[in-house]
């Protein structure tokens, strides 16, 4: 939220995510679950603890509550561990936890998740990935000195054993680096997850596996609002991740047969499309990096249809007719096929065509 802080927000009402902009950015997602049950407590017995302890509620975490556990190594010549096994589905699956570097910054995620035991090693210190072992991993700061460690692998078993250690890896072997401990030493976590898919946003748990439901917005405006005969739509827009699926802003009739479309489409790239009665008008497809923001004007008229990227003019088609009976803006399809999930700074309707310098203006990074 705008403090700096996690917060859980209500059913019904939109989540506006400062991660990466003081002016906040609409949220939406889809379904997940943390499948981690007392996600906050590692004092909990469900913790196998190898070679250390664990003092509960020692500093405040990133929800503004005095609820961050400290992990301690004991005196041993070893690695240092907290352990569990989760039941999960086979296909990518993502580990995560909230850290914060005390007297000890290398924290390690060690997965059985491909198969075998692998070993990411995060820099709780300088915020950095130094050794990675699994499909792909990274490291966000949250402000505070805490860090959100993520790892994710394909897994073909329906059991995965973690853990989280305090150690260093032997890069050429994906060995641990065993360490005499001195009993007093050790780091901070919080807010465990384990999801299917990609990492989402943290999702709190209290003894059972918790889901967050898929995340919709759609039936803005009315007929009097959109103007069938030229207009333009306009979004500020990123994805979560490269899309492995469709997704869609639109205006339209309420029905697939009258509709514009800006999408996030399954192979990397953008497309914008105009149906009337059913036959496509005009479509357009370009390359971005859409897990970046981008800023995307698309005008139409009959027989008049461009569109402007990053104040960039990147595409006419002078032949179409445009659809008729808009009466509805949505984040999915037109009829609440294909919801889209991602951050959205800025999006914008307008009921007359703009000039080519308006539009340029309006997607550029001036403004």
């Known amino acids: 939220n705008k403090q700096g802080l996690i917060e859980v927000v209500k059913s019904n009402v939109p989540r506006i995510d400062y991660t990466d902009t003081t002016n906040g950015v609409l949220l939406l997602e889809k379904s997940a679950t943390n499948l981690v049950t007392y996600s906050e407590a590692f004092d909990n017995a469900i913790w196998g603890k190898e070679n250390l302890t664990v003092t509960s509620n020692e ?25 569990r096994s989760i039941n999960i589905s086979s296909g990518d699956n993502s580990i995560s936890v909230f850290a914060k570097k005390d007297e000890r910054k290398y924290l390690i995620i060690r997965s059985n998740l491909s198969g075998s035991n692998v070993n990411t090693t995060f820099d709780l ?15 966000e700061s949250f402000g505070n000195g805490w860090y959100r460690c993520i790892i994710t692998s394909n897994s073909s078993t329906t059991s995965v054993s973690t853990a989280i250690l305090m150690s260093e890896i032997n890069v050429t072997n994906n060995t641990l680096i065993t360490y005499q401990g001195d009993g007093t030493s050790g780091f901070y976590v919080w807010g465990f997850q384990v999801e299917s898919g990609n990492a989402s946003s943290y999702i709190p ?8 439901v898929a995340e919709t917005a759609s039936g803005a405006g009315n007929s009097e609002v959109f103007n069938d005969s030229e207009g333009v739509l306009f979004a500020n827009i990123a994805a979560l991740t490269e899309i492995d699926t469709f997704r869609a802003i639109s205006i339209s009739s309420g029905s697939d047969n009258d509709r514009i479309n800006i999408w996030y489409w399954n192979n990397g790239t953008f497309k914008i499309d105009v149906h ?14 859409m897990t970046l923001f981008n800023k995307i004007a698309f005008k139409y008229k009959q027989n008049d249809f461009c569109v402007f990227h990053n104040g960039f003019k990147i595409g006419i088609d002078t032949s179409g007719i445009t659809p008729v009976g808009l009466s509805e803006l949505s984040f999915d399809r037109a009829n609440g096929a294909f919801p889209n999930y991602g951050k959205t700074k800025e999006i914008g309707y307008y009921d007359t065509i703009l000039t080519d310098l308006e539009l340029e203006t309006l997607t550029s990074y001036r403004t």
């Open 125 to 139: 210190e300088n915020g950095l990935v130094t050794y990675n072992g699994h499909t792909s991993s990274s490291i």
């Open 276 to 289: 009337s009665g059913a036959n496509t008008q005009c479509n357009f497809d370009f390359d971005a990096n």
């Open 205 to 212: 748990t209290q003894g059972s596996a918790t889901t967050r």
């Open 59 to 83: 500093i405040i975490s990133p929800n503004g509550i005095l609820s961050a556990d400290k992990i301690v190594e004991n005196e041993t010549n070893t690695y240092h561990a907290l352990s």
